[in-house]
């Protein structure tokens, strides 16, 4: 699998792993499956820990750094809400399409499994979905800046729904904003029926965030979603009918699968002097291509630390997707 990801242009990932008794004994098993394969990986992975207690997160952590290989340990997440498909995104007011304002889940146990983190080396990450799961997130990072935690180690993950009030109360507090420009696609068909014309100029406003100066850290959600940056590049351009206004242009799409993304997994800057020469090499230059032919565009090769990654397509079920 992680070879396919290498076909589709991909040399880092962040990874969710689970750690601890909940929610089932296979994931209390993942840090271990990640642990043995390290030294055969043929992308670097930063291991991102769903742990329930700051002793399991401590233990993983270890475990993951000391595997060697490419992997590593990067943070812990945690959740502020679920999913606007399914109705469980926390909002301020309710769906359009249901009397409900989904499930807020952030409590004290999360604010201080982040403070753990931060004092293991590690980042913060919070799912957070809903203007509602927004706020929540934003005050955890309020209290852990106020603590002394730095914004570049702080990261929102999905970020679908917020106000022009809260980009810019994102962008006071210098977190980094993990966005996935394949939902644009994907919702295209319904998103307006959950959120309703008015909350729509507040669905992934990715323009607005960048302007305002928050880094965007392009990502894909998979499996959720295909994992396909060159889809995702395609989509922040095209947007599907979705809140046009906020379509990035084609430096600040690739600028987001790359420098951002290097932000977000705490790598060097891509290409910068001294910097692992991780690379690919495309058909087409995204700066300057239509986001169809962006989206249609193949990955010539892949290259981690200088060595290029060999790559099966025929038996990559990636690129069959």
Same mark, same amino acid.
């Not at 490419?70 to 999913?83: C, E, H, N, P």
């Not at 604010?111 to 293991?120: G, K, M, P, V």
């Given at each position: 699998?992680?070879?396919?990801?290498?076909?589709?242009?991909?040399?880092?990932?962040?990874?969710?792993?689970?750690?601890?008794?909940?929610?089932?004994?296979?994931?209390?098993?993942?840090?271990?499956?990640?642990?043995?394969?390290?030294?055969?990986?043929?992308?670097?992975?930063?291991?991102?820990?769903?742990?329930?207690?700051?002793?399991?997160?401590?233990? #993983?952590?270890?475990?993951?750094?000391?595997?060697?290989?490419?992997?590593?340990?990067?943070?812990?997440? =945690?959740?502020?809400?679920?999913? !606007?498909?399914?109705?469980?995104?926390?909002?301020?007011?309710?769906?359009?399409?249901?009397?409900? +304002?989904?499930?807020?889940?952030?409590? &004290?146990?999360?604010?201080?499994?982040?403070? #753990?983190?931060?004092?293991?080396?590690?980042?913060?990450?919070?799912?957070?979905?809903?203007?509602?799961?927004?706020?929540?997130? !934003?005050?955890?990072?309020?209290?852990?800046?106020?603590?002394?935690?730095?914004?570049?180690?702080?990261?929102?993950?999905?970020?679908?729904?917020?106000?022009?009030?809260?980009?810019?109360?994102?962008? =006071?507090?210098?977190?980094?904003?993990?966005?996935?420009?394949?939902?644009?696609?994907?919702?295209?068909?319904?998103?307006?029926?959950?959120?309703? #014309?008015?909350?729509?100029?507040?669905?992934?406003?990715?323009?607005?965030?960048?302007?305002?100066?928050?880094? !965007?850290?392009?990502?894909?959600?998979?499996?959720?979603?295909?994992?396909?940056?060159?889809?995702?590049?395609?989509?922040?351009?095209? =947007?599907?009918?979705? &809140?046009?206004?906020? =379509?990035? +242009?084609?430096?600040?799409?690739?600028?987001?699968?790359?420098?951002?993304?290097?932000? #977000?997994?705490?790598?060097? +800057?891509?290409?910068?002097?001294?910097?692992?020469?991780?690379?690919?090499?495309?058909?087409?230059?995204?700066?300057?291509?239509?986001?169809?032919?962006?989206?249609?565009? +193949?990955?010539?090769?892949?290259?981690?630390?200088?060595?290029?990654?060999?790559?099966?397509?025929?038996?990559?079920?990636?690129?069959?997707?």
């Amino acid at each position: 699998a992680l070879t396919g990801l290498a076909s589709l242009g991909i040399t880092s990932i962040g990874a969710m792993i689970g750690y601890g008794e909940a929610p089932s004994e296979k994931l209390a098993a993942e840090v271990d499956l990640w642990r043995r394969a390290a030294h055969r990986l043929p992308i670097r992975v930063h291991g991102i820990v769903i742990a329930d207690t700051p002793e399991g997160l401590s233990l #993983a952590a270890a475990n993951l750094n000391a595997a060697g290989g490419r992997l590593a340990w990067l943070g812990v997440k =945690r959740f502020a809400d679920g999913s !606007l498909g399914g109705h469980t995104a926390a909002m301020h007011a309710p769906f359009s399409d249901v009397e409900t +304002t989904g499930t807020f889940r952030l409590t &004290n146990t999360d604010t201080e499994l982040a403070r #753990a983190s931060l004092r293991l080396g590690g980042m913060v990450m919070i799912h957070a979905i809903g203007d509602r799961a927004v706020d929540g997130a !934003l005050d955890v990072f309020d209290i852990l800046v106020s603590e002394g935690a730095h914004g570049y180690d702080l990261r929102m993950e999905h970020v679908s729904v917020l106000s022009p009030q809260q980009v810019t109360r994102f962008a =006071r507090l210098g977190g980094i904003a993990c966005v996935q420009p394949a939902f644009l696609a994907s919702e295209s068909t319904w998103l307006e029926d959950r959120l309703g #014309a008015d909350r729509m100029p507040w669905a992934y406003p990715l323009r607005s965030l960048a302007s305002a100066g928050v880094t !965007l850290a392009g990502s894909s959600d998979c499996p959720v979603e295909p994992p396909h940056p060159l889809w995702g590049i395609a989509a922040a351009i095209d =947007r599907h009918g979705i &809140n046009e206004s906020e =379509r990035l +242009t084609g430096a600040q799409a690739l600028e987001m699968f790359t420098g951002g993304a290097a932000s #977000a997994l705490r790598e060097p +800057t891509p290409l910068g002097i001294g910097s692992p020469a991780d690379f690919v090499v495309l058909d087409v230059d995204p700066l300057r291509s239509s986001a169809d032919s962006i989206h249609d565009a +193949t990955v010539l090769a892949t290259y981690v630390g200088g060595a290029p990654v060999a790559v099966d397509r025929t038996h990559n079920a990636w690129v069959d997707d």
